[in-house]
């Protein structure tokens, strides 16, 4: 299967501490998105990365959250001294080229702070 | 400030029925809209989607209309199957912003058998 992987799939995490959630887009694809559903809502844009690069972070958060697409590995969100308005499903994209429309999205991992 | 919303949170067909779900949007910066499909606990599902500059475009039982004039675009599922039972989310997205999505609420679609 080469479809976009998330993991983990589920996160608990006491108020404070801090999230790491992994993405691996579908292989070919150097575009990533991140996006965040809260519940009862549509998905709200985060951040664009492509390999070693943040094309547009507007949709992120000033504190708290950051992301990164190394050369290597996964694509990775953080979120640091998480509070409980974190807890949300955040799903990534992939996509292949700049110009491309299409995203493909992954499973979605569900944070949840207690 | 939603720049693309559908107005109808939920919508319930009888199998076989035409399914119509709406979208609006306010940005005219947008040039591509698509359509996903949601399932609880599982990532969005592209469905279809459609250019500025068509009006329609069509994949077996799904079809999309635009009118570019009105904003305003929408879905219809002919027949519909209990199995299209799930979350549909429009989105739209501008080539010179990256092409970043831009989700609307969703309308959850019951298909009763």
């Known amino acids: 299967n080469a479809g976009v992987m998330q993991n983990p799939r589920h996160l608990v995490r006491r108020r404070g501490q801090e999230a790491r959630l992994r993405c691996s887009p579908m292989k070919g694809h150097s575009h990533v998105y991140w996006y965040r559903q809260l519940p009862e809502e549509g998905l709200k844009f985060m951040v664009y990365?492509?390999?070693?690069?943040?094309?547009?972070e507007s949709g992120m958060p000033k504190e708290r959250f950051s992301a990164e697409f190394p050369k290597e590995g996964p694509s990775i969100l953080r979120i640091q001294q998480v509070v409980r308005g974190d807890s949300a499903a955040y799903f990534c994209a992939s996509s292949p080229r700049r110009e491309s429309y299409e995203q493909y999205f992954g499973p979605g991992t569900r944070l949840t702070v207690t | 400030d939603q720049q693309v919303k559908q107005n109808s949170p939920s919508l319930s067909v009888q199998e076989g029925r035409i399914s119509i779900l709406n979208c609006d949007y306010t940005?005219?910066?947008?040039?591509?809209f698509l359509w996903y499909k949601k399932y609880p606990a599982e990532g969005p599902t592209f469905l279809i989607s459609i250019s500025s500059i068509k009006d329609k475009n069509e994949d077996g039982r799904f079809t999309v209309f635009l009118n570019k004039s009105a904003k305003h675009l929408s879905l219809h599922i002919v027949p519909s199957q209990p199995g299209d039972s799930a979350v549909y989310f429009c989105a739209a997205s501008a080539l010179h912003a990256g092409n970043m999505l831009t989700f609307g609420g969703g309308t959850r679609l019951m298909v009763k058998p």
């Open positions: 940005n005219s910066m947008f040039d591509y």
């Open positions: 990365l492509q390999k070693e690069n943040i094309i547009d």
